[in-house]
């Protein structure tokens, strides 16, 4: 099973400030890694996929790299609606997994 | 617009059986190319798949779950459903349903909260 660990496990920013998180895979994913954003209450939001392909109707603000083992999600002017806990996300083969998350707070 | 709505009992003893499902409107579930899944955010835990489905009823199990849970398709009904065996307090989850192109998922559903407690 790959496992995915993220860093760190807290971000605490302000509004406009570039965030960037991390996620490292235990084996090599190629590009086959997914960053999710989620808020409370609400369902998980696909925002990247193919490590670095937005997802429809996604700001450009969001931005993903990496490929391989090690990935990254920018966000590079945080606003309030960012504030949130993101998910990193393996696929490809028929079983799939989460990172543990990175929250980013005030 | 494709829509998710998942439905079923909020709260289920210790032992028994979790049963819940998703019904899709906005599309049939037999539209090429999409899998159906189910998902939990466990509390202070994260995410967590429980299993998918093709229409054709091809399935898909997390590992560390598979001996607990049973996915199934009703296609008449535009519904596919979940089933996860001998509950325990650490069941307890927003489930979500939701649809994706290989295991990327797109389009879900609001959630369900179970609690399992007796």
């Known amino acids: 099973e790959v496992v995915l660990t993220q860093s760190p496990g807290t971000l605490s920013l302000s509004p406009g400030d570039r965030a960037t998180l991390s996620c490292r895979a235990s084996?090599?994913?190629?590009?086959?890694l997914a960053w999710y954003q989620k808020k409370p209450g609400q369902p998980p939001r696909l925002l990247i996929s193919?490590?670095?392909s937005r997802a429809t109707g996604i700001p450009d603000r969001f931005s993903g790299s990496g490929s391989g083992t090690d990935f990254n999600l920018t966000i590079s002017r945080l606003e309030p609606d960012d504030f949130a806990v993101y998910y990193c996300?393996?696929?490809?083969?028929?079983?799939?997994?989460f990172g543990p998350g990175t929250t980013v707070d005030v | 617009q494709v829509q998710l709505q998942e439905s079923g009992p909020g709260l289920v003893k210790p032992s028994q059986t979790l049963s819940l499902t998703c019904t899709v409107s906005?599309?049939?579930?037999?539209?090429?190319?999409?899998?159906w899944g189910w998902i939990r955010h466990l509390p202070e835990k994260g995410l967590e798949w429980l299993g998918y489905?093709?229409?054709?009823?091809?399935?898909y199990y997390n590992p560390s779950l598979k001996s607990r849970v049973t996915l199934s398709v009703d296609i008449s009904e535009n519904q596919f459903s979940l089933k996860v065996t001998s509950v325990t307090v650490a069941d307890t989850a927003v489930y979500y349903c939701?649809?994706?192109?290989?295991?990327?998922?797109?389009?879900w559903g609001p959630g369900k909260p179970v609690v399992v407690s007796s």
């Open positions: 939701a649809r994706g192109p290989l295991q990327l998922w797109k389009i």
């Open positions: 906005g599309d049939p579930i037999t539209s090429g190319g999409n899998y």
């Open positions: 489905i093709y229409f054709n009823g091809k399935t």
């Open positions: 084996q090599s994913l190629v590009n086959y």
């Open positions: 193919g490590a670095s």
């Open positions: 996300q393996q696929y490809g083969s028929s079983s799939f997994t």
